[in-house]
């Protein structure tokens, strides 16, 4: 019988290693401010040793679990890394709240890359986070190798700046989860059509239980810094476009109030001439929960490594 059992796996074709599975793996990194140390939080995705790195940052008031489903179709790919921008998620909130801003956001951004350990990175910002990405991109020496802007470029629209400054840091407690999502599902609508499901994922990432409830996982003294300058024009980040150089796509929502139509096009024709996209169906912003989004990020981040 033993005889039988060795002729058997002898004649049998070797079977193929298994892929190791690494799935998602909770961290966080030391930063520096004007007023001191704070952690900024992240999750990780896919091999921690693989030496292509992607980076995911989220917009004003979200946070790095709105990657889940981009970073799960490319983990194969790449080390996906999703930061909670501070006061956001589970990174800390500043004690000094005029602290909160680009300039800090980048330098933590630069603190995050260093701990990654990465000659050069790809990059997928949404709003907030494609602005992170954009003044990144533009400065001497970036690590910044490939950038897809996500609802957003050089200029930012009044009227969406008003829109969000309406609710940022003025959401009430919620007695209950269900609150919660009537509540996300409100003012996130400009997400476009997403399932039960992916509303829920949203919500679970989005609050966090409190006395009597929950609450936005983010800090509402961003709002006060939001709200602290008056807001009588669109904001012109054209300099900070222009010094990109490396290969660029821009998204936009077909029905975004934040990236005209007009803007997008302009971004085809200078700066870094980026390849254009709008998504039908979607204001402010693509989420990256439909794989025809998925699709086209990932057929654009690994299309030609250049």
């Known amino acids: 019988m033993r005889l039988l059992d060795t002729l058997r ?68 790919d790449y080390r996906v890394i999703c930061p909670d921008v501070v006061g956001r998620g589970r990174s800390d909130w500043l004690g000094v709240k005029t602290d909160y801003g680009f300039p800090l956001y980048v330098s933590d951004m630069v603190t995050l890359l260093a701990r990654a350990n990465a000659k050069t990175v790809h990059w997928v910002g949404t709003s907030m986070g494609g602005i992170i990405g954009m003044l990144l991109a533009g400065l001497p020496h970036t690590p910044i190798s490939r950038l897809v802007l996500n609802d957003v470029g050089p200029v930012i629209t ?80 054209w300099s900070a476009y222009n010094a990109i150089r490396c290969p660029t796509l821009a998204m936009r929502g077909a029905e975004s109030d934040l990236l005209e139509h007009a803007t997008l096009q302009r971004m085809a024709e200078t700066g870094p001439r980026a390849q254009i996209a709008e998504i039908p169906g979607v204001g402010h912003a693509p989420m990256f929960m439909d794989d025809a989004q998925v699709s086209l990020v990932r057929d654009y981040l690994l299309s030609a490594d250049h």
């Open 9 to 76: 796996d002898f004649f049998q074709p070797p079977r193929s290693p298994q892929r190791p599975a690494f799935g998602m793996r909770e961290r966080c990194v030391q930063c520096v401010g004007p007023h001191g140390l704070h952690r900024m939080a992240y999750v990780e995705w896919g091999d921690p040793d693989n030496p292509r790195v992607l980076v995911c940052v989220h917009g004003l008031t979200r946070n790095g679990r709105d990657f889940d489903f981009l970073a799960q179709a490319l983990q194969d």
């Open 158 to 237: 009044a009227v969406s700046l008003r829109r969000i400054a309406d609710y940022v840091g003025r959401a009430p407690k919620f007695p209950s989860m269900d609150e919660a999502e009537a509540w996300i599902r409100q003012v996130s609508a400009p997400f476009g059509p997403l399932t039960d499901e992916q509303w829920r994922h949203l919500t679970r990432y989005s609050v966090r239980p409190v006395t009597g409830g929950f609450s936005m996982v983010y800090d509402p003294g961003i709002g006060d810094v939001f709200r602290s300058m008056p807001i009588v024009a669109d904001m012109d980040m």
